[in-house]
């Protein structure tokens, strides 16, 4: 088949696109910046002609693009979509349903509640890690350079919207200041949506949405829960563990451009590259910390994937559907509890051949069942049975 890809600064962009090739699949890369994602002229103009002109099976990108799907409707082309991102907040549009879009989403509760709305063409599909990059790129892997105890990859999200809302009101901000105290010691249940009431949607409705006007269809709540609440508790969570991590093991190194100066036990190197750079970090740490934003409900995070794929030890908090995949002490180890995640780093650092053939027993998992390559299959199966159904 034929596929445009759409190419933006999407993480695992790279390995979907080698995956497509690998299979026998030929490619053009469309690029073009999206100004407004539910509204964009200049680029369904371009879009359009470029659809227009040439001759595709579908278009397909990583995330989901209102002026995408509005774009391949009008030209009778097929939209495929896979998610990175959850809740995808872009589908809270009325864009979501048109009959071209074929979607997939990693988290399945997200997948639940698509489906409930009445999205037709939308099913679950976990992520996934190309291992054969990662080979390539741990041929040449310095030890000395990313050896460490304990790492952690990912943003501290100093800057959000939660401290920047200065128009809160002080009631309201107690509230939701009660709520995450209570969120960051719960896992595997994400209550902030359902326990924003319609009189609090009303206070700060206008200020909180991103996506407004007639398209969309979510809520203040929605909105809110996830890019408000959602950033400032990952604030809080990810700082209250490296601060927890770094006073009983000297080694740890975190890898994000966020300000850590009030982290002064914990090294900072700075940002870290995706395909060269982060198989290095992941494979040479003894405990790699995963720690889940809470807008993903039950799904499984890129990161957990990218560790295993390097051959990487995971320390992650508990997410429901890591119960389908793997085996708690077999292939990963996961925490409920901050005091049992500290219990957890402290008993793996102690037990090096119990850490390293978890490692290895999870990295050879993925290779044998989680490849991007498997997922592709999976994903183009289930596009073609559904062209077939139609």
């Not at 991103?210 to 709540?221: K, L």
């Not at 119990?354 to 199966?381: D, F, P, S, Y």
Request: net charge negative; with cysteine.
């Amino acid at each position: 088949m034929k596929f445009l890809l759409y190419k933006w600064k999407a993480y695992n962009q790279v390995a979907l696109e080698d995956a497509l090739i690998e299979l026998g699949h030929k490619i053009d890369i469309f690029t073009c910046g999206i100004e407004n994602l539910e509204s964009d002229l200049e680029f369904e103009e371009k879009l359009d002609r470029y659809l227009k002109n040439y001759k595709y099976n579908a278009v397909i990108s990583i995330n989901y693009f209102p002026v995408i799907a509005k774009s391949c409707n009008r030209m009778s082309c097929n939209y495929i979509s896979w998610t990175c991102d959850s809740p995808m907040l872009a589908l809270y549009t009325k864009s979501a349903f048109l009959p071209k879009n074929y979607i997939f989403v990693f988290d399945r509760q997200a997948y639940f509640e698509f489906k409930a709305i009445g999205i037709k063409n939308i099913w679950y599909l976990p992520l996934a890690v190309d291992v054969d990059r990662n080979d390539y790129v741990l041929k040449d892997c310095d030890e000395n350079n990313y050896s460490a105890d304990v790492s952690f990859v990912g943003s501290l999200y100093e800057k959000n919207r939660y401290d920047e809302m200065v128009y809160m009101p002080d009631y309201i901000r107690g509230y939701f200041d009660a709520l995450m105290n209570v969120q960051m010691e719960i896992y595997g249940d994400n209550f902030f949506e359902r326990m924003i009431s319609g009189e609090i949607e009303e206070q700060l409705e206008g200020r909180a949405v991103d996506i407004s006007g007639d398209e969309f269809i979510g809520t203040p709540a929605l909105i809110v829960a996830n890019t408000t609440l959602g950033m400032k508790l990952a604030a809080l969570e990810r700082r209250k563990i490296l601060n927890m991590v770094s006073q009983k093991v000297r080694n740890i190194k975190i890898y994000t451009e966020s300000n850590t100066k009030d982290l002064p036990l914990v090294k900072n190197m700075g940002k870290v590259d995706y395909i060269y750079q982060m198989p290095k970090v992941f494979n040479q740490s003894k405990i790699n910390l995963n720690i889940t934003l809470r807008n993903i409900k039950t799904g499984i995070p890129l990161r957990i994937w990218d560790i295993l794929g390097a051959g990487g030890f995971v320390l992650t908090n508990f997410q429901a559907e890591l119960l389908d995949f793997f085996e708690q002490g077999k292939h990963l180890v996961w925490y409920d509890s901050h005091d049992d995640m500290m219990d957890k780093v402290l008993y793996y650092l102690s037990h090096d051949e119990e850490r390293i053939k978890i490692a290895k027993e999870g990295n050879r998992l993925v290779r044998n069942k989680h490849t991007m390559a498997e997922r592709v299959k999976q994903l183009l199966k289930t596009v073609q049975d559904a062209w077939e159904d139609n």
